[in-house]
């Protein structure tokens, strides 16, 4: 038996060992076809207004997208993220970010850092800060940076990552999220309506 | 089996079940030197999943603890002395610990020396030998070959028993408090525990758990 043998049957011992149940269960994140929880919610922007995600909400659908600054995944991707934000916005699709994280813990994801951040990228969307946590805790949210995209009717759409590598733009081959934005722009539910990556877990306030 | 990096590494034929490469901590050849000089620098090399989880099956252990951290991540690096004081406490009861770095190639040497500096701390030193790895899957494989309900957020603690089978996932920061119960319950009902004195815990259910405790 070769290693490759060895590997599968080892799955599918960790597979067995998975009641269906559970594993259905999903990371604890809002399900698809829900609306957003909280929409109306008001945070504080980087312009120092404050925004919710029902103002934002586009006639073609609305990104939500927890984010942060110190993260390295989310530092990988801020370029593509501005880039997604600024361009579909242009199709009918509102923006808005969403730093949940404590800056106690990492001062890098502070307001005046999140101003100088979304300056830098010439970020057009709305980068707020969800001072208690509670907005990402209601969408289950637990990792930066984390999107989920809802439909024109209001309904989660997509949930997942930006893409296949946060190091490298030039070496993506899976475009998740764009992928995701043009069936929704389109009307129609995107192929893949989930999807993962490894990431900073959210920093979460504990006084909420 | 061929060895790279300066690693000591020692092949084992597995009961009809191929080969197991175990790698123990020696001295990285290409490596910078760390830090602290007393601390060899443990060897990280690049698996894909499939294969991490086969060796560490391979190794008849009776409990397998996998942890997934990166360098970068301050509570992947603030929960590593509790992880090491559980494994100091029950690497003799056959717990074998399996880290899996998220990290990028180019940090492969800063990973051994986080490691190893990480176990001197916990008393383990040069008699940590746990194996550590570099991820190579592409994130949503590995993430569901870990534990499907898993976000992919880091740090993330997976105990899988002697057949294979995933038995508890930690899908947030812990602590020995948060280990320490959970893998002496599945040593004793393994017979582990108990043949080396081992407290037993409650009886629970048969099914993988998880503790999702949020990120601090």
């Known amino acids: 038996m070769n290693l490759a043998q060895i590997s599968i049957g080892f799955s599918l011992a960790v597979a ?13 994140a809002l399900a698809l076809g ?19 995600i029902a103002d934002v ?5 609305t990104l939500v997208i927890f984010t942060c600054n110190h993260c390295p995944f989310a530092k990988g991707w801020e370029h593509r993220i501005a880039d ?22 990492y001062s890098e994801d502070g307001w005046a850092e999140m101003q100088a951040r979304a300056k830098a990228l010439g970020l057009q969307a709305p980068y707020v800060v969800d001072e208690t946590s509670a907005v990402a805790r209601a969408f289950g949210a637990s990792v930066t940076p984390e999107a989920f995209l809802f439909d024109k009717s209001g309904k989660l759409a997509y949930h997942g990552t930006v893409d296949d590598n946060h190091q490298d733009a030039g070496k993506v081959q899976k475009r998740f999220l764009t992928d995701a934005l043009d069936a929704v722009v389109a009307g129609k539910p995107p192929t893949l309506p989930e999807t993962k990556s490894l990431g900073c877990g959210i920093k979460f306030h504990s006084n909420s | ?94 717990l074998r610990l399996v880290m899996i770095s998220a990290d990028d190639a180019e940090a492969r040497a800063q990973a051994g020396e986080a490691l190893a500096t990480a176990a001197a701390r916990a008393g383990i030193g040069r008699d940590l030998d746990a194996t550590s790895y570099l991820k190579e899957d592409d994130d949503m494989k590995f993430i569901d070959g870990l534990d499907p309900r898993w ?26 408090a948060d280990l320490d119960p959970e893998i002496r319950r599945q040593l004793t009902k393994s017979g582990s525990g108990a043949k080396r004195g081992g407290a037993g815990g409650a009886p629970g259910a048969d099914l993988p758990q998880t503790s999702r405790r949020r990120n601090p």
């Open chain 1, 84 to 105: 997604i934000s600024n361009s579909y916005a242009k199709k009918g699709i509102g923006v808005i970010l969403i730093n949940a994280n404590d800056p106690a813990k």
């Open chain 1, 57 to 61: 909400a586009g006639r073609a659908g």
């Open chain 2, 1 to 94: 089996m061929p060895h790279h990096d300066g690693r000591r590494c020692r092949s084992r034929a597995a009961s009809g079940a191929g080969i197991a490469l175990l790698c123990t901590l020696s001295p990285l050849s290409g490596a910078r030197a760390a830090p602290d000089a007393s601390v060899t620098a443990t060897a990280v090399r690049s698996a894909p999943l499939a294969a991490i989880l086969a060796e560490a099956k391979a190794s008849h252990a009776p409990l397998v603890l996998v942890n997934v951290w990166a360098t970068w991540c301050d509570p992947c690096r603030e929960e590593l002395p509790d992880l090491l004081r559980v494994y100091r406490a029950h690497r003799v009861e056959g």
């Open chain 2, 151 to 176: 976000s992919g957020a880091l740090p993330a603690t997976f105990l899988f028993d002697a057949a294979g089978r995933r038995v508890h996932s930690w899908l947030a920061p812990i602590t020995f």
């Open chain 1, 16 to 28: 067995l060992g998975t009641p269906a149940a559970l594993a259905a269960e999903g990371s604890g």
């Open chain 1, 34 to 52: 829900t609306k957003a929880p909280m929409a109306t919610a008001r945070m504080k922007n980087v312009d120092g207004k404050m925004v919710s």
